[in-house]
Nanobody, 124 residues
Framework: QVQLVESGGGLVQAGGSLRLSCAAS????????VGWFRQAPGKEREFVAG????????SHADSVKGRFTISADYGKNTVYLQMNSLKPEDTAVYYC?????????????????WGQGTQVTVSS
């Protein structure tokens, strides 16, 4: 069992930055994978970035490469998503999710546990 709580969302102007946090309780095995997804109004949920609790195998969607960076602090059971150069199209609810026993996961169906989400709004 894993509980995930996201924080750090908010309203920011285009070009600005935000850092999202995902705090986990329960199982946090070093080789499990933690991902960030987002869902904009009227669109399907999409993979943004993922990483192992150990910090390895980081993966970023093409749409955020060079702007977003995922990192993990295993000692604090927290995964971060640093978002720079934000664009209005980054506006969405951002979800943290955990994939147990999976070394790398970019598909929604691979994830077992989800947080409640945090809203990110980027104004133009």
């Amino acid at each position: 069992q894993v509980q995930l709580v996201e924080s750090g969302g908010g309203l920011v102007q285009a070009g600005g930055s935000l850092r999202l946090s995902c705090a986990a309780s329960g199982r946090t095995v070093r080789n499990d994978y933690v991902g960030w997804f987002r869902q904009a109004p009227g669109k399907e949920r999409e993979f943004v970035a993922g990483i192992r609790w150990s910090g390895g195998l980081a993966s970023h969607a093409d749409s955020v490469k060079g702007r977003f960076t995922i990192s993990a602090d295993y000692g604090k059971n927290t995964v971060y998503l640093q978002m720079n150069s934000l664009k209005p199209e980054d506006t969405a609810v951002y979800y943290c999710a955990a994939a147990l026993g999976v070394g790398l996961a970019v598909r929604e169906y691979q994830y077992n546990y989800w947080g409640q989400g945090t809203q990110v709004t980027v104004s133009s």
